[in-house]
């Protein structure tokens, strides 16, 4: 499949998610070659829409220059020529938007991959449609670079962990934190059942560091599906496969490499 396909795809995954009758699409798509039995299997053994739809987008990506317009097709012949012109209009405009991908978590809460100033970021950010039925981005939510979501993936144990503890209050500790870097903490506590990614900031000419509103809170539903979107986030961002976070760099392996990282101890006052 060609670049410019495979980015229209992501970028229209959300509404795909939501009308593609997959099941049916996916007939078409065994039919005419560009599915086999074992991928027709695959994908419909799914429990769900939104997990075929995943599987199929996914599957799609590998199987070819026909794959693109044979979607179309079965789309067109299911009476969903809308999807059909919003996947090549988005395909025309592709050379002017610099998103990557636009992944669903619930609750109109979206992983988005973007470039900004030559710089791959993935938001985890709230969106609301606005008069013309389109998705736009609010202030609610956070942008990680690749140093931050290598170590969001890195820490998802111990995060399932502090969520298993709270939930069980087995520990007296009302909060755990884990740090990504730059000031931004993931946080899993008591009081709300939340997994908390946000920017902290240090007060001037104080010790304390407060949490500030850039940032969001997910549901513990909300985190499972966060967790689901890592392998399309990494097939998106090649880059993050020679990325190596910093607190496994070489000259961090000493204590004295941690504390003069502005990235890993951003709080700190100068040496």
Not at 115 to 139: C, F, G, M, Q
Request: glycine share 4%.
């Amino acid at each position: 499949m060609q670049e410019e396909h495979r980015q229209s795809l992501k970028r229209n995954y959300v509404q795909l998610v939501k009308e593609t009758p997959t099941d049916l699409v996916v007939d078409h798509l065994y039919q005419n070659g560009i599915l086999t039995d074992e991928m027709r299997e695959e994908i419909l053994q799914n429990s769900n829409s939104y997990s075929k739809t995943r599987q199929l987008i996914t599957t799609l990506q590998r199987r070819g220059p026909r794959a693109f317009e044979c979607f179309c097709t079965a789309l067109t012949d299911e009476g969903k020529s809308s999807l059909v012109h919003l996947l090549k209009e988005s395909k025309i405009k592709s050379e002017v938007s610099k998103d990557r991908a636009m992944l669903p978590i619930g609750g109109d809460i979206f992983v988005v991959v973007n470039e900004w100033r030559d710089k791959v970021l993935i938001h985890i950010r709230k969106y609301e449609k606005n008069s013309a039925d389109v998705y736009v981005p609010t202030k609610k939510g956070i942008a990680l670079d690749l140093n931050q979501w290598q170590l969001l993936e890195m820490y998802v144990n111990e995060i399932e962990e502090a969520i298993s503890q709270m939930i069980d209050d087995v520990t007296g500790v009302p909060e755990m934190t884990f740090h990504l870097g730059r000031g931004v903490y993931v946080s899993v506590n008591k009081t709300y059942p939340t997994v908390d990614v946000r920017q902290r900031w240090k007060i001037p000419e104080t010790n304390q560091i407060v949490s500030t509103k850039k940032g969001i809170s997910l549901t513990y539903d909300k985190w499972e599906a966060l967790k689901g979107t890592f392998p399309d986030v990494r097939e998106t961002v090649p880059e993050i496969e020679t990325t190596t976070p910093c607190i496994l760099s070489e000259d961090h392996q000493n204590q004295e490499g941690m504390l003069m990282c502005s990235n890993c101890n951003p709080f700190a006052e100068p040496l």
